[in-house]
């Protein structure tokens, strides 16, 4: 479980400003969803979180040192292999605990075959599984985890990500008010440069 | 049905010069390809050679991929081989044949010598591409999974590899064994298919001629797929158990539909 603090960040992309002096506190084992119009810095509030965007000032400090699942914009499932593959290289799992999870998320895909035949909603369940399952993780982010699910597979999606992300802080982003109750999570207004939210 | 048109072409033009030192024809180049198989050189000959260009060209291809690995982390690495490699893409394989002959005195390496120097730059240069080739945007879900070097190689590089070395390996083969031979051919180390075109030379055997470069086709194709054998298990022992590949789940039960 780690805290997440930001104080002063600020970011811009050549001249348009995304965040000036964002200040947030995120408690160690809760869940958040962030919300807001696009181009309020909701994917790259993220990014900064996990180091792979730097801020323009500011900073973001951990209570402990972090370690992130992640579920990106795109799925980023590596193509050519299957959804076994794929969520055993992150996840670590025995095979049958791997076909297990996948048969619970995914009933109606093949594991076996490659993801790239998969339907999009099937690929993100994948995500979302190699994202929950990787061992050692305290932080999940989740990037618009929903995206592609019918309504069933998001209401199963968001009870099975509860279960598992039990203890964790987790951090995902969405556009839709409703996946604020699917994840239990409380909701974070992001707003654009004009104060737009 | 084409080869069999072309078959009747160089039939027809061996009819028409009706001198076999000039144009053999496809009936007494078949008859010269069996006598030649049948001399009692011919085993060690072709195995001498087969093992001269096949060890250049996995050890070319064993330090290229080492060495191509290096290059792809170290823009340094890259830029001190890149004189080198130009140079050795410049140089005429009479030259290096002949240089070998002289380091080499006259040794049967020779042919695996050429046959280094030929495929080295080549793949070098195609692992530092598929290197570059990986996704770089599974290369970062890789560092945020702390995914191990071994499953980083796995599922991200060898992928974005195989294809690079797939399409030069089939050039690297067929340059392989062109400038193996032609070394073999300038140097003629002893009980080699080189030496043995030589002799055919001196002779004016023309038949002999051609049931050599039939064998060097033949021996070159059966390598080729040798080689890509190597590669087809590779790929599949980068899979688990019960993987179903494209081709073979296409008439499977699996229709993924919108969601």
Known sequence: ?197 | MFVCFWLLIWQLAAAWTDNSIILTGPLETLRSFAAVSREPQFLLSVLRTLAGIAAGFFLAVLLALVLGLIAYRSPFFRQLLAPLLTLLKAIPVASFAILAIIWLRGSNRLSSFVSFVVVFPMVFQNTVSGFDAADGKLLEMASLFQLSAFKKLRFIYIPALLPYLRTCFKTALGMAWRSGVAAELIGQPRGTIGSALYQAKIFLDTPAVFAWTIWIILLSRAFEALVMLLLELLERSLHEPGFQRKEESDGGHHHPGAE
């Open chain 1, 1 to 197: 479980m780690a805290d997440i603090i930001i104080r002063g960040l600020s970011k811009s992309f050549g001249e348009k400003h995304v965040f000036r002096a964002l200040s947030l506190d995120f408690a160690s084992g809760k869940r958040y969803l962030l919300m807001g119009p696009s181009g309020s810095g909701k994917t790259t509030l993220l990014r900064m979180i996990m180091g792979l965007e730097k801020s323009d000032g500011g900073s973001i400090s951990f209570s402990e040192t972090p370690a992130f699942g992640v579920v990106f914009q795109e799925d980023r499932l590596c193509p050519g292999f299957s959804a076994l593959e794929n969520l055993r290289m992150g996840a670590s799992l025995g095979r049958e605990e791997a076909l297990d999870a996948l048969a619970r998320l995914m009933p109606d895909g093949d594991p076996h075959i490659p993801v790239e035949k998969l339907s999009g909603g099937q690929r993100r369940r994948v995500a979302i599984l190699r994202a929950a399952l990787a061992p050692g993780r305290n932080i999940l982010i989740l990037d618009e985890p929903f995206s592609g699910l019918d309504d069933e597979s998001r209401r199963r999606a968001g009870a099975w990500l509860k279960e598992h992300a039990a203890g964790k802080t987790v951090l995902a982003v969405s556009h839709l008010e409703e996946d604020a109750p699917l994840l239990e999570a409380e909701p974070v207004m992001l707003f654009d440069e004009k104060g737009e939210g």
